[in-house]
């Protein structure tokens, strides 16, 4: 069972910037599509930031320009780097992870099973 763990949530001010990390348990590891979703209170849990095997990176409108996913494979971590934080950021950010058995995701450029989940990291942004 591969295991996917967040870390790096907190309270920032608006305007500021926080890096969250998932590591994950998978070995061997290999590179798998993997993304970050969030789920504000009353909300529907929504996709962030979505990175294939190959790289490439597809973002939600909503953070286009301030959000940037990354991956180190040699750390089997993936990274949401957040910038100008905004308050409606404000949310449980879930990591998510390849799977062969999971729920098909179409994102912009490519599409991802995703199966495997993390715990959730809470990240606050007063107003």
């Known amino acids: 069972q591969v295991q996917l763990v967040e870390s790096g949530g907190g309270s920032v001010q608006a305007g500021g910037s926080l890096r969250l990390s998932c590591t994950t348990s998978?070995?061997?590891?290999?590179?798998?599509?993997m993304a970050w979703f969030r789920q504000a209170p009353g909300k529907e849990r929504e996709v962030v930031a979505s990175?294939?095997?190959?790289?490439?990176?597809n973002y939600a409108d909503a953070v286009e320009d301030r959000f940037i996913i990354s991956r180190d494979n040699a750390k089997n971590t993936l990274y949401l780097q957040m910038n100008s934080l905004k308050p409606e950021d404000t949310a449980i950010y879930y990591c998510?992870?390849?799977?062969?058995?999971?729920?098909?995701?179409?994102?912009?450029?490519?599409?991802?099973?995703?199966?495997?989940w993390g715990q959730g990291t809470q990240v606050t942004v007063p107003f």
């Open positions: 998978a070995r061997p590891y290999a590179p798998h599509c």
């Open positions: 990175i294939s095997t190959d790289g490439t990176a």
């Open positions: 998510a992870s390849e799977s062969e058995v999971g729920t098909w995701y179409v994102f912009t450029s490519f599409g991802c099973r995703l199966g495997y």
